[in-house]
Structure formats: structure tokens, C-alpha cells
């Protein structure tokens, strides 16, 4: 009962609920007027019309466009005013202009001191243009003079984290999705306390979402009481807004200009598996040391001043002046809806379309647009060893029933699928031939690719790539592979549910 009662007095259930109402008011208003005043029914069906024909001709994926189409035409009454209240969102173009504003000035104020792209070019031209096409849609700048350093587990992340940390002498940035109280982030907290009374300058960003059943109330007016700065994305509102949707699920961390973590990790104790919730949490981490560093430093300061609405400044301070052993190249870069590029989407598939000899995948959630699915399944036909690990212990069972949805397809296709039997897998990470690997924050799903603010790191030549690889093939041994035929068993009933959530997954 107290369970119970603590989530009906929680800031999420209060919000959803005034939410709901709103919903509520408005189909129960657009019911009453379209019975009593027919005009508005006829007005109604005359702009479904007109709805579709902008849908068929809006910039817009396949897979968002035939769900919309679809309650439109079955429900115009109340379909109509739910796309134009959220399909037609303006927020895109606003939040680009002004990140348009942030990468012109960071561009003249932390530029990279060398262009290797040419080097690559002759070593290997298709990926030199994989990296150009990063290094322009993203303003990503291809580094050397790094380090990297690759985490098989958060555990290990974690150890390193507390390190790099204890040496802060300028500034620390922490930017997660979720911060929860707990043996994780109560070691992080205290430490960072003690930096600040050491006189280090200290930011924390977090998304509201991600951590409003996980802190208590107005804790980032008690964090700014202890002397952080603190910056809440896109806090929630109980306001019918399509720009709710996007969502900071970025995990940065920086440390002095010159040390950025990120990769899968969060700083809650499910992440280190000091607390268990869906078996063994199976998750990744990436260090890089010298000068790409200062592009982990440039995205989180974006998304910062974007969040509390500030003007940029000169940020040349904060740029790394560490030169590190070469370890290959190295590119950091950031993907959301500040642009319409859809980078980290289009980075996954050229390495999917450039893979010669195969391609490893993990992902926590498998939740795929046309192109993605036909991406995949065009590298297996064609000879490309493609093996994608998903989890088995789900964390959420809807999205776990939409990301097996997917399977079918890519089985009959040739790509291999195994789901991590010892628990929940969370780690994001691509590799290819040996050549090439993205560790990061983006998943295999719509609201990472379409919705949510990410964070990656593309390593090329650098001993991370046979890392992530040795690793991938760990797991893999780990894991149950999931044939087309114990697909096929599970019968019609189970087919016909997987194929109308697979319908609709671009809207959930």
C-alpha cells in the first residue's frame, strides 16, 4: 500500500494524469461538437483528406507515415487534430536554428588542429566517405593524438570513472539520462562534492524523464545548494507538447578537457549490477584521451546552454590541450533533432551497406524502419556474417514484444539473432570487418534515431574495434540464437499481434 501510495503522490503520475485529462477534454469536445454540429463532421472529413495528401508529400520516414495514415482515415474526428497537434510539430526547426547558431561559433572556437580525412581516403575511400559524410552532417571532425580505452562492463567503467575523476582539476562535465540514488552515483555525488571544495568547477545535466521516479523533488535546486551547476532537460510539463518527445539521452562525462567517457552507462546501481533488476545487466563504455575529447566537451555544452537558454561564449579554455600516442582515428559526434540528417541512423547503415566480411550488433532494443530492415537484410543475403545480440530478460515487455516483432524478417534473410540469457543487455555497439566500430548512447529504435538527443564514437584502425569485437563474440557465447522456426511455432495468433505492433512502434 505504500508502494501505492508513493507512486499516486509522484510527479509522473500527477503529470501523466493532468495529461490524460487534457486528452480526455479534447476527444469528449471534438465528440459533442461533431454530433451537434454536422459541418464540423463534413469539415473534419474534408481536412482527413487534405492530411493525407500532406502526409504522402511530408519529408517524412515510411514507417511514420502509414501508422499516421492510418488514424487519420479510421478515426478523422479526433485523428485530424492529433497530427496537426503533434505530427506538425515546429519544434524541429526552432531547436535547429539555434544549434545552427551553436556549431558556427564552436566551430571558430574549439576547431580540431588536423584533418586527417585525406590520409584515409588513401588508405581506404569508402570509409574515408563514411567519415566525411559524419564530419559534415554533424560538424565531427575525425581526430588523432588519442587514446581509448574500451569497458566490456559497467563495472569496469565505473573504476575508471572514480579515477579520472579523483585527478579533476579544472572543471568535470556529467551529462546522463538517468541518475538514481544509490552505491553508483552516491560515490560519484560525494567525490564531486569534494572537487568542488577543491575549488574544481562541476555541471551536471540530466533529463528530466529519464530520472523523475528516481530522484526526489527539486533536487537540482539541492545540488546547486552544494555549489553545481545543474541543468534539467526538457523538464515535464503536463501540457499536451510534441516537444516532450525529445528526450537528453546522451551519457558524457569529461573530465578536465582532456578524459570523456560515454558509451550505454547511466549512473544508477542496475549499471554496475550492485542491484539486480532483470538478471545480469550486460552493458559498455568507451575513454578517449587527448584531443578528441574537446567534440565530447563542444556536444555537451551545446545541449547545455540549449537547455537553460543561454548565449554561447568563448569556450577555447575548455578545449584539450593533452596530445596523446595515436590510436587510430577517432570521431566523436553527436545525432537529435536539432537536425534533419538523422546521422547516426545513416552512420549504422553505411557500415551495414560497406561490410564485406560481417557485421556485429548489440542493442537493447530492435525496433527498425524500412530502411534499417532492408539494410540488414541486403548484407546477409549477400554474403555479410551479420549477428545481432538482443536481450532476454526484457527491461520493458511492450517494447521487448515490438523489438521480436522484427525478427522474422531478418531470420528469413540470413542474419543471425541471439538474446542474452543471463539477463538484460544495454550496451550499443556496431562493428565491421574489423575495421570499424560505433560505441555509444544510440539504439536500434525510432526514439533513438528520430526523438532523442545521442552520442557516439566511431574508431577506426584503433585496438577498441578488435575490443568491441572480442567482446561481441563473449557475449555471443553467452546467448540463445533464435531460429526462424521457433518463430514459426509460435503460430497465427502470435504473428498477427507482432505484426500490429511492428505497425505502430514508430508512435510509441
Known amino acids: 500500500m505504500k508502494k501505492i501510495a508513493k507512486f499516486?503522490?509522484?510527479?509522473?503520475?500527477?503529470?501523466?494524469?493532468?495529461?490524460?485529462?487534457?486528452?480526455?477534454?479534447?476527444?469528449?469536445?471534438?465528440?459533442?461538437?461533431?454530433?451537434?454540429?454536422?459541418?464540423?463532421?463534413?469539415?473534419?472529413?474534408?481536412?482527413?483528406?487534405?492530411?493525407?495528401?500532406?502526409?504522402?508529400?511530408?519529408?517524412?520516414?515510411?514507417?511514420?507515415?502509414?501508422?499516421?495514415?492510418?488514424?487519420?482515415?479510421?478515426?478523422?474526428?479526433?485523428?485530424?487534430?492529433?497530427?496537426?497537434?503533434?505530427?506538425?510539430?515546429?519544434?524541429?526547426?526552432?531547436?535547429?536554428?539555434?544549434?545552427?547558431?551553436?556549431?558556427?561559433?564552436?566551430?571558430?572556437?574549439?576547431?580540431?588542429?588536423?584533418?586527417?580525412?585525406?590520409?584515409?581516403?588513401?588508405?581506404?575511400?569508402?570509409?574515408?566517405?563514411?567519415?566525411?559524410?559524419?564530419?559534415?552532417?554533424?560538424?565531427?571532425?575525425?581526430?588523432?593524438?588519442?587514446?581509448?580505452?574500451?569497458?566490456?562492463?559497467?563495472?569496469?567503467?565505473?573504476a575508471a570513472l572514480v579515477k579520472e575523476i579523483s585527478k579533476a582539476k579544472r572543471f568535470v562535465f556529467a551529462e546522463y539520462f538517468i541518475l538514481e540514488d544509490g552505491k553508483m552515483f552516491g560515490a560519484i555525488l560525494e567525490l564531486l562534492r569534494q572537487k568542488i571544495a577543491e575549488g574544481v568547477e562541476v555541471r551536471i545535466m540530466y533529463d528530466d524523464i529519464g530520472t523523475i521516479n528516481k530522484l526526489p523533488r527539486k533536487f537540482d535546486k539541492k545540488l546547486e545548494k552544494m555549489g553545481f551547476r545543474v541543468s534539467v532537460f526538457n523538464k515535464m510539463r503536463p501540457s499536451l507538447d510534441a516537444f516532450l518527445n525529445y528526450r537528453d539521452h546522451r551519457k558524457i562525462l569529461v573530465v578536465d578537457g582532456n578524459v570523456g567517457f560515454t558509451g550505454g552507462i547511466n549512473l544508477a546501481d542496475e549499471y554496475i549490477n550492485a542491484t539486480e533488476r532483470f538478471g545480469h545487466w550486460k552493458d559498455t563504455g568507451v575513454m578517449i584521451r587527448g584531443q578528441a575529447v574537446t567534440k565530447l566537451t563542444e556536444i555537451f555544452l551545446q545541449l547545455w546552454h540549449f537547455s537553460r537558454g543561454e548565449t554561447l561564449i568563448d569556450y577555447k579554455e575548455y578545449a584539450s590541450s593533452l596530445i596523446c600516442e595515436t590510436d587510430g582515428f577517432i570521431q566523436p559526434f553527436a545525432d537529435g533533432p536539432s537536425t534533419d540528417d538523422l546521422t547516426a541512423e545513416l552512420c549504422y547503415i553505411g557500415m551495414i551497406t560497406s561490410a564485406t566480411d560481417h557485421l556485429f550488433i548489440t542493442t537493447p532494443y530492435l525496433i527498425l524502419d524500412n530502411e534499417m530492415t532492408t539494410a540488414l537484410c541486403h548484407a546477409a543475403k549477400s554474403g555479410v556474417d551479420v549477428r545481432i545480440i538482443t536481450p532476454h530478460i526484457p527491461d520493458k515487455k511492450t517494447v521487448m514484444a515490438v523489438t521480436r516483432s522484427n525478427y522474422r524478417t531478418l531470420l528469413m534473410s540470413g542474419v543471425r539473432i541471439f538474446e542474452y540469457t543471463p539477463g538484460f543487455i544495454h550496451a550499443k555497439s556496431v562493428s565491421m570487418d574489423g575495421k570499424v566500430s560505433v560505441v555509444g548512447t544510440a539504439n536500434f529504435d525510432f526514439r533513438s534515431l528520430y526523438l532523442h538527443f545521442e552520442n557516439c564514437i566511431l574508431f577506426y584502425k584503433s585496438k577498441c574495434v578488435g575490443d568491441v569485437e572480442r567482446d561481441f563474440l563473449e557475449t555471443q557465447a553467452k546467448s540463445e540464437e533464435i531460429t526462424i522456426q521457433e518463430i514459426q511455432r509460435k503460430g497465427v495468433l502470435y504473428a498477427l499481434v507482432q505484426a500490429v505492433l511492428k505497425l505502430f512502434s514508430p508512435l510509441m
Do not use: C, H
Open 8 to 158: 499516486l503522490q509522484s510527479r509522473m503520475f500527477i503529470t501523466v494524469l493532468l495529461m490524460l485529462i487534457q486528452v480526455i477534454t479534447l476527444f469528449v469536445f471534438v465528440g459533442i461538437v461533431a454530433e451537434r454540429f454536422s459541418v464540423y463532421y463534413i469539415i473534419t472529413m474534408i481536412l482527413a483528406v487534405f492530411i493525407i495528401i500532406d502526409i504522402s508529400n511530408q519529408n517524412m520516414n515510411p514507417s511514420f507515415k502509414l501508422p499516421w495514415s492510418i488514424i487519420v482515415i479510421a478515426f478523422p474526428i479526433i485523428g485530424a487534430p492529433l497530427y496537426i497537434l503533434f505530427a506538425k510539430s515546429k519544434q524541429s526547426r526552432r531547436i535547429s536554428k539555434r544549434f545552427k547558431n551553436y556549431r558556427t561559433l564552436m566551430r571558430n572556437t574549439l576547431p580540431n588542429p588536423d584533418d586527417p580525412l585525406a590520409e584515409i581516403e588513401k588508405d581506404d575511400p569508402q570509409i574515408a566517405r563514411q567519415l566525411s559524410y559524419i564530419e559534415k552532417t554533424a560538424y565531427a571532425p575525425v581526430y588523432r593524438n588519442t587514446s581509448a580505452t574500451y569497458f566490456a562492463s559497467g563495472e569496469e567503467y565505473f
